[in-house]
C-alpha cells in the first residue's frame, strides 16, 4: 500500500483537488467564478514557461543528438505518426456524424433565429500560400517570443538544434548554454507544480460552474455525444496504440502514467500548457528523452485528435443546419487543414480554424457563433485527446525509432 502511494501519490492528489473542485463547482454553480482567479494564476506560470521550453527542448534535444541520421529519421518518423494518427481521427469524427444526426429541423430553425442567421453565402476567398508563409515564418524576431506563432517557433528551434548538431565542436559552448537554461527552466516548472492541486482545483470549479449554461438549444445532443466519442476514443484508441508501440506492457506504463496529463487538459483546456506535465508523462511512460522532448511540442500544434474530430463535428453540424451537400473528401480536407490552423491555447483559440470552416465551405459568415459555441462545449475533452494523443504516438515513434524492445532498453537504463 505504501508502495502504491508513493507511486500515485502526485496523481492522487491531483483527482482529489479536482473532484473537490467540481463539487464547488455543482454547489456554487456561477459563483464559483470568484475561484477563476487562482486558477489563472496556476494556469499563467505554466504559460509563461512555455515559449522558452518549447525553444530549449527542442533545440537542445536535437542538438545533442550524436547521430545526424536519427535527427532526421525522428522528425520523418513523426510526421508519418501524425498523419496516420490524424486520418484516424478525421474517419471517427466522420462515422460518428453520419450516423448521428446532430440538428434536427426544429433544432435548426431554433438555432437560426436565436442567432438572427440568414442563409447568404459569403464569396470570400482564403489565399493559403500567405497564410501559409504567416504559420510557418515571421518577419520579426520579436515575434517568435509569442504564442500566436508557435509553429514558427517549432521550425527556428529545430533549424536552430540542427545547425548546433552541425558545428560540432564550435556549436558545443552554445549547447552548454541552452543545456543549463533548460535544467534551470525544468526545476522552475517543478515549483510550479507544487500549486497544481489548488490551481487546478480552482479552474475546475469555475469550468463547471458556468459550463451548464453553454449548453443549449440543440448543443446538447453535439456535446454529448463529443464527449461519448471523446471518452471512447480515449480508452479505445490510446490502448491500442500503446500495445502496437510496445505491447502489454506498453499499455501498463501508458495508463500507469498518462493520468496527471489527462487531468491538466482537463483543467486547463490548453495543450500548451499541459506540454511540461505531458513531456514529463511520457518520459515516466519509458519515451526517451529525444523523442519525448520533440513530439510533444510538436504535437501541440501539428497533431490535434480531438481539434479533428471537433472540426468535423462543426462541419457536420452546419450541413445539418443548411442541410448543404458537401462532398465526403472536401469535408474531411477541411477538417484536417482547419485543424492545423488552430493554435495551442485556451477557448477561442480556434476562430481562424472555424472562419476558413465557414469560407471554403460557402457557409454565411453569421454562423460563426455556433462554431464558436461548439467550441466552446466541446473543448475540455477535445484539449484532454489532443493531449494524450502526443503520449501515444510519442510511444509509436519510439517503436519505429528504437525497435519494438524499446520499452524494455530504456527501463533497462
Known amino acids: ?145 509569442t504564442r500566436d506563432n508557435m509553429i514558427a517557433l517549432i521550425i527556428f528551434s529545430i533549424l536552430i538544434g540542427i545547425s548546433i548538431n552541425l558545428s560540432k565542436e564550435k556549436g558545443k559552448k552554445l549547447l552548454e548554454v541552452l543545456d543549463s537554461a533548460n535544467e534551470v527552466l525544468q526545476k522552475f516548472i517543478k515549483i510550479i507544480m507544487y500549486y497544481a492541486p489548488i490551481g487546478l482545483g480552482c479552474y475546475f470549479a469555475a469550468l463547471v460552474g458556468t459550463f451548464g449554461g453553454e449548453i443549449a438549444l440543440g448543443y446538447g445532443k453535439t456535446f454529448i455525444i463529443y464527449t461519448i466519442v471523446s471518452i471512447l476514443y480515449y480508452f479505445i484508441a490510446y490502448t491500442l496504440y500503446a500495445y502496437i508501440a510496445a505491447g502489454k506492457e506498453g499499455v501498463k506504463s501508458y495508463w500507469k502514467n498518462i493520468l496527471p496529463a489527462t487531468l491538466t487538459s482537463l483543467a486547463t483546456c490548453s ?44 462541419i457536420m453540424f452546419l450541413v445539418y443546419l443548411f442541410n448543404a451537400n458537401i462532398s465526403t473528401t472536401k469535408i474531411l480536407g477541411v477538417a484536417l487543414l482547419a485543424t492545423l490552423l488552430v493554435t495551442a491555447v485556451p477557448i477561442g483559440g480556434g476562430t481562424i480554424s472555424e472562419m476558413l470552416i465557414i469560407t471554403i465551405l460557402g457557409f454565411p459568415v453569421s454562423a460563426l457563433p455556433i462554431l464558436t ?4 462545449i466541446i473543448d475540455p475533452p477535445a484539449t484532454m485527446l489532443n493531449v494524450v494523443g502526443d503520449s501515444a504516438s510519442s510511444m509509436l515513434v519510439s517503436r519505429i525509432i528504437d525497435g519494438k524492445n524499446w520499452l524494455k532498453t530504456k527501463n533497462s537504463l
Open 1 to 145: 500500500m505504501k508502495e502504491f502511494f508513493k507511486n500515485y501519490k502526485a496523481t492522487l492528489i491531483l483527482i482529489g483537488s479536482i473532484i473537490i473542485g467540481t463539487i464547488l463547482g455543482l454547489i456554487l454553480k456561477d459563483k464559483a467564478t470568484i475561484l477563476s482567479p487562482f486558477g489563472d494564476l496556476f494556469l499563467n506560470m505554466l504559460l509563461v514557461s512555455i515559449i522558452p521550453l518549447i525553444f530549449l527542448t527542442i533545440s537542445v534535444s536535437i542538438g545533442k543528438m550524436k547521430q545526424p541520421k536519427r535527427i532526421g529519421k525522428i522528425l520523418s518518423t513523426i510526421i508519418l505518426v501524425f498523419v496516420i494518427t490524424s486520418l484516424i481521427s478525421v474517419l471517427v469524427g466522420l462515422i460518428t456524424t453520419k450516423s448521428f444526426r446532430l440538428v434536427n429541423i426544429k433544432d435548426a430553425n431554433n438555432i437560426k433565429e436565436v442567432l438572427s442567421i440568414e442563409e447568404e453565402v459569403t464569396s470570400e476567398k482564403v489565399n493559403f500560400l500567405k497564410r501559409t508563409i504567416d504559420t510557418i515564418s515571421v518577419n520579426d524576431f520579436n515575434k517568435l517570443l
Open 271 to 314: 495543450s500548451a500548457a499541459s506540454i511540461p506535465v505531458n513531456t514529463e508523462c511520457a518520459k515516466k511512460i519509458g519515451v526517451k528523452d529525444d523523442i519525448a522532448d520533440t513530439t510533444i511540442p510538436l504535437g501541440t500544434s501539428f497533431h490535434k485528435d480531438g481539434s479533428i474530430i471537433g472540426s468535423v463535428f462543426k
Open 373 to 376: 459555441i461548439i467550441a466552446t
